[in-house]
């Protein structure tokens, strides 16, 4: 049982990128699942969320409008669309399976 994230990399500000999460283990279209953040030195933030059919969705007001949370039953994957990134996205971006199964966490970092 794991979740394994991957897509984080070194980006410009204004830059885009794509984080995937990849479950394995359980039944992943039972679960609704989360990104979460942490920077160095604050605290874990909480940035989207989205339930088992993918119907809804839900982001938290710092990322609403540039992010995007999806995901792909079939293939056992949650993605997150990031956009329009900010520097203040730099952090260790990790998914969450109903706060019970974390991943171990993929490096953002925005700077020119």
């Known amino acids: 049982v794991q979740l394994v994230e991957s897509g984080g990399g070194l980006v410009q500000p204004g830059g885009s990128l794509r984080l995937s999460c990849a479950a394995s283990?359980?039944?992943?279209?039972?679960?609704?699942m989360s990104w979460y953040r942490q920077a160095p030195g604050k605290a874990r933030e909480y940035v989207a969320s989205?339930?088992?059919?993918?119907?809804?969705?839900d982001y938290a007001d710092s990322v609403k409008g540039r992010f995007t949370i999806s995901r792909d039953n079939a293939k056992n994957t949650v993605y997150l669309q990031m956009n329009s990134l900010k520097p203040e996205d730099t952090a260790v971006y990790r998914c969450?399976?109903?706060?019970?199964?974390w991943g171990q966490g993929t490096q953002v970092t925005v700077s020119s």
């Open positions: 283990g359980f039944t992943f279209g039972a679960y609704g």
């Open positions: 989205i339930s088992r059919s993918g119907g809804t969705t």
């Open positions: 969450n399976r109903a706060n019970t199964l």
